[in-house]
């Protein structure tokens, strides 16, 4: 189906082109809701219809009011220009910040000093993310120090202590892949998110070696440690842009590609990479099928280039009518970087479990040939000369927007992770590869190309991709159960543990062939009601289930064996002893959702009191992991599931869960009125 598409697409598609779009995207400082941002958007439509395309630049009010789903609209905001100077001690008068230097010395959406600037003494604190941070100091008129969580210092400190500013000097470490000390001389992009009617403030962002030789400076000096601090910058209604690139089909149905074009100057790969890599895709496709190398589309193809997360769900939310016509979508975010210098593999992540969908096989099928680009010696094999991975879904960027459930649209991601210069100064042109970029322009071209052209006959083949992908899942599922019942050592407590194995395998099972099954059903919108597909998808339905029923029998006798041959047999049954105290609780509480699309808390969260502002905190800080298993319970959570059943789901799909976060995370959203807990 896509192997010839793909190989007319490899005679279009230019690594060299996406990389030259990616330069020009970078140049501009792309802050959501600003000019620079308008100026990316622009530039990418004005460069589309040069090619030829129809593309449009799709606005909406960027006014701190109107909300889209639970996403609440930035504000426009235009900074002109700002410094920072050490004026105190006079031996040490410098610079410490300019944005004529470097947009990203300054946090993004700072309000502006008086227009002559204010002079204040740095008070330093370690993080200042704890009550305790502030004891014995004054900060009220001055500029605190910080590498702590922007929020939570800008409540404490300016909110209730009256600081003026903030300078920030906070960077990662996320070992292996990036250990302290290479980011020393990095900038860390950093912003504040205004929500409302917090109290106005500035900040500035020194590099981690800056940082650590002011607090020397103030520690070891007994005279006050001085700056001068100016910005000329506004916050206003202004408007937000999207870029809606379009290939026009000849039905309702279409196949959707978002890449988030936001983000400061230079931001090379996050992600004028993902805007460079679409564009080619979208460039090379109208360029075959205006020279009739490709039969023009049944669906339309629209590439969207967005701010990330508000927006896709500003184009959702005003396209809702459309929703049910989006057969697929893709996301690209951070999918042209030089691997040896960034340090991360290409990534696909597959869309979440409760959203089933044919998109994952086919992604991964377009991945396997495209990776087999190099051959051995005598041609018997070809293989990637890259790292690369494929991966459960996790989050974080606007696919995890359509593949909600009640949004409904497959949509997995391309990305590259861990970068290690990620959201920092050092994301530069000079680590984007030209070579990287045409393998993702090439997968997104022939996906989307692929899918917008489908017919009964493709929908043949992709189901059974699909299924045969299916049932190679579900035998390794099994087996990893039985290499866990393997390692159970001997011992008291052998035969429980034996057991309890047994009672998941007869979990998994079932579950894994609910989501197969899903997954082959969801090409039938494919194939157009073909009555010929329609009896052939039963049949790979039937043959699933006889697969699942053997498999299941295979993993029992497994299990049963290794018990018998421990001197274990016949196994306890698992009794289901009470229910803790916190699984009574979860089994109370059903979640009904308010809003289509994950929830955006960021405006609601002021809707908290302090004291459940602090427990949310807390679970972030407690539950660092479990970020992931809320938005997966969010997905499962249907109005009907109690809680304990959505836990039970997250814990099938990501293989852990944790219901104490779950209880508490969910009872924040009702508080937050995100969700209405029965
Ligand atoms: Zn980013």
Redesign the pocket.
């Known amino acids: 189906m896509f192997k010839r598409i793909l190989r007319e697409l490899e005679k279009e598609v230019s690594g060299e082109i996406a990389f030259n779009y990616v330069s020009e995207i970078s140049r501009h400082h792309r802050i959501q809701a600003s000019p620079g941002f308008r100026a990316a958007v622009q530039y990418a439509v004005d460069e589309m219809r040069e090619r030829g395309l129809e593309a449009e630049v799709d606005s909406y009010p960027a006014d701190g009011e109107t909300y889209s789903w639970s996403s609440l609209h930035f504000m426009e905001w235009e900074c002109t220009g700002a410094e920072l100077k050490l004026v105190e001690p006079a031996e040490e008068v410098r610079f410490l910040a300019r944005w004529s230097e470097a947009k990203l010395s300054l946090i993004q959406r700072s309000h502006p000093t008086p227009e002559d600037g204010v002079e204040a003494e740095v008070v330093v604190l370690e993080k200042g993310e704890e009550e305790k941070d502030y004891r014995g100091l004054d900060v009220e008129g001055k500029i605190v120090l910080t590498n702590g969580d922007l929020g939570r210092v800008h409540e404490f400190a300016v909110e209730q202590r009256g600081a003026i500013g903030i300078i920030f000097d906070g960077t990662w470490v996320r070992p292996p892949a990036l250990v302290e000390g290479e980011l020393d001389d990095a900038l860390r992009?950093t912003s504040f998110w205004w929500a409302g009617d917090e109290k106005p403030c500035f900040g500035f962002v020194l590099t981690p070696r800056t940082g650590r030789w002011l607090r020397k400076l103030a520690k070891d000096k007994k005279k006050p440690v001085k700056v001068w601090a100016k910005v000329d910058a506004r916050l206003y209604e202004g408007s937000i842009e999207n870029a809606v690139i379009t290939i026009q089909g000849e039905t309702e149905e279409e196949v959707v590609v978002v890449a988030?074009i936001c983000?400061p100057q230079p931001?090379a790969n996050?992600?004028a990479s993902g805007s460079g890599a679409a564009m080619e895709a979208a460039r090379a496709l109208g360029r075959l099928i205006g020279e009739g190398k490709l039969a023009k589309p049944k669906r339309t193809i629209r590439f969207t280039l967005v701010p990330?997360m508000t927006g896709t769900y500003n184009f959702l939310a005003r396209n809702e009518d459309r929703i049910p016509g989006m057969v697929a979508a893709l996301n690209l975010?951070?999918v042209g970087e030089k691997q040896s210098v960034t340090g991360g593999p290409l990534i696909v992540e597959r869309t979440p479990e409760a959203t089933p969908s044919y998109v994952n096989a086919l992604m991964e099928a377009i991945y396997e040939e495209v990776r087999a680009e190099a051959g051995n010696l005598g041609g018997s094999a070809r293989y990637p000369l890259f790292m690369h991975a494929v991966t459960p879904f996790s989050g974080g960027?606007d696919h995890y927007v359509y593949s909600d459930p009640t949004v409904g649209v497959g949509c997995p991601m391309i990305i590259q992770w861990p970068d290690k210069f990620?959201?920092t100064s050092y994301d530069t042109l000079d680590k984007v590869d030209p070579a990287m970029l045409r393998r993702v322009a090439l997968m997104t071209a022939t996906y989307s190309y692929s899918i917008a052209s489908a017919g009964a006959t493709e929908a043949v083949w992709l189901a059974n991709e699909v299924a045969s992908r299916g049932r190679r899942e579900l035998v390794e599922k099994v087996q990893a159960v039985i290499s866990d019942a393997a390692d159970v050592l001997e011992g008291d407590e052998a035969g429980k543990e034996l057991a309890k194995i047994l009672t998941r395998l007869k979990r998994i099972v079932p579950y894994q062939l609910d989501h197969k099954v899903g997954a082959v059903k969801s090409v039938g919108r494919l194939a157009g009601g073909d009555g010929g597909y329609e009896a052939m998808e039963k049949e790979l339905v039937v043959a699933l289930e006889r697969v699942a029923k053997a498999e299941r029998r295979r993993g029992e006798r497994a299990i049963n064996g290794i018990a018998e041959m421990r001197g274990l047999a016949p196994l306890p049954s698992v009794r289901r002893g009470r229910l803790r105290k916190i699984e009574v609780e979860a089994q109370g509480i059903v979640a009904r959702r308010l809003f289509k699309g994950p929830v955006s808390t960021r405006p609601w969260v002021r809707k908290l009191s302090g004291e459940d502002r602090e427990v949310l905190w807390r679970l972030g800080k407690d539950h660092p992991e479990s970020r992931t298993l809320g938005t997966l319970a969010m997905y499962w959570a249907d109005g009907e599931r109690s809680l304990l059943e959505v836990s039970g789901l997250v814990e099938l799909e990501a293989g852990r869960t944790d219901l104490e976060f779950l209880v508490k995370y969910f009872r924040l959203l009702g508080k937050m009125g995100l969700v209405k807990l029965a």
């Open positions: 992009y988030h983000h931001s996050d992600n990330e975010d951070m960027s990620w959201h």
